[in-house]
Each structure stands twice: as C-alpha cells, then as structure tokens.
C-alpha cells in the first residue's frame, strides 16, 4: 500500500529557531518527492520538487533532503519567521499515468514570537 | 499568469440536500484537473480526476460526482449530501506534458463544506 508518513505531527518553535520535519514514505512506482506549504484555510503551495536523482533542493529558507535508498526525506527551516506558521505536507508522486499524488497528513508547525 | 478558482468559499448544507461546487482556470489549455477532499488531521485524498472535457475518472467510490462541461470547468456535485461528506475540497490543475510525470499541481483556495 502506497503511504506517506510524516513526523512530528506537530511542533511549536520560537521566532528565528531552525527546524527538521521528517518524512518517510513507502510508494512504488516513485517519480518525485515534493514539499508543500498548506495555512490555514487555503489551499496547498508547492515549496520543493525532487526527482530521484536529487539529494537536496532549497526554496529560500527551505531546504528539502531526499534520500532514495531510505526512503526518507526532510525539510529543513531556517531561521524561522512567524509567517512560516502553517501545516507542511511531504507528497510523494507516482511515475506513469496521470500525475497521480500520495499525500502525507502534514505536520503542523507553530512559530511563537 | 495561470490562476485557479473555486467557489463558493464557505459552504453550510443540511443532510439529504444537493451540492454543487464549481472550479475554474485561467491562463492555460488543455489542464489536468482534480478534486481533492481533506478531512481534519488526515492527508489529501483524490476524489476525480480529468485529462479533457467529458473524461472523469473516480479514485474512491462515494457520493460524489465530477463533471468537465469545459476545457477549464470542473465541477463536484451530489443528489444528496451525507454528514461524512463535510471536509475541505481542494480543485487542482496541472499542465500535461507528454511523458512527464513531474507536473506540478496547482491548488486553488478550496471550498469548506459543512453539512448538518
């Protein structure tokens, strides 16, 4: 069964602290891992995307690791901001067909002042 | 610039009522498009897809529907909504590159259904 499980499944930080979540995933056939940024009531913004041959992909103060062989990935936060408060969901996408996409249940992050 | 739309934002409907919710987008042809729902603490679950006007196809059995009346139309409907039926829909678009499969998918704002 394709699953995509993130950890923790929340975390409180304070402003300007850096941050990992984590992310393991067990989907076959794998094209890309991607990284997405959900606030509260909208819609998912796509941070990362990395293809199998990729080992890290940064978006700013994002950085995104991926490591094929475990199947892990993670998503680092540096120097965090009070806007960086928001739910970050690790997805997984399926190679073939029609961009079919394993989503995780997001870890919801908190940056207090 | 592409920009996706969905309407209405909020939505409050009793048990046993009909639903319609509409998604649209601007700036591209041809899209892949998706309705997703995401239930509290759990991830997004793909409800339809389509690859062009006419073309749905169902990832779960439920009490949904999905039409495609235009290129760039998506609709989710229901004769009769239930109670599990409540949670946030997503509309999604993606471009359609033959062969690719690392197309990104665009998310609009979502509609919030909450059926009582």
């Known amino acids: 069964k394709n699953q995509v499980e993130q950890s923790p499944q929340s975390l409180i930080i304070l402003e300007g602290k850096n941050c990992t979540l984590q992310?393991?995933?067990?989907?076959?056939?794998?094209?890309?891992l991607r990284w997405y940024k959900q606030d509260t009531g909208r819609g998912p913004v796509s941070l990362t995307i990395?293809?199998?041959?990729?080992n890290t992909k940064s978006n700013g103060r994002y950085t995104a690791t991926l490591d094929a062989d475990t199947k892990q990935s993670s998503l680092h936060i540096t120097a965090s901001q009070l806007s960086d408060s928001a739910s970050y969901i690790c997805?997984?996408?399926?190679?073939?067909?029609?961009?079919?996409?394993?989503f995780g249940a997001g870890t919801r992050l908190a940056v207090h002042p | 610039s592409q920009t996706i739309h969905q309407w209405p934002a909020t939505l409050v409907q009793p048990v046993g009522s009909p639903l319609s919710l509409e998604c649209t987008v601007e700036?591209?042809?041809?899209?892949?498009l998706y309705w997703y729902r995401q239930a509290a603490g759990r991830g997004l679950q793909l409800l339809f897809y389509?690859?062009?006007?006419?073309?749905i196809s169902s990832e779960v059995p439920q009490n949904l529907s999905a039409s495609r009346p235009q290129d760039r139309q998506f609709i989710l409907s229901s004769k009769k909504l239930l109670l599990s039926d409540s949670g946030f829909y997503l509309c999604?678009?993606?471009?359609?590159?033959?062969?690719?499969?690392?197309?990104?998918?665009?998310f609009g704002p979502g509609t919030r259904l909450t059926v009582l």
């Open positions: 999604a678009w993606s471009g359609r590159q033959l062969g690719s499969s690392e197309n990104e998918q665009f």
């Open positions: 992310c393991n995933y067990t989907v076959s056939p794998f094209s890309n």
């Open positions: 990395m293809t199998f041959s990729e």
């Open positions: 997805v997984v996408g399926l190679s073939g067909g029609y961009n079919k996409l394993i």
């Open positions: 700036g591209t042809s041809n899209p892949n």
């Open positions: 389509s690859v062009g006007i006419g073309q």
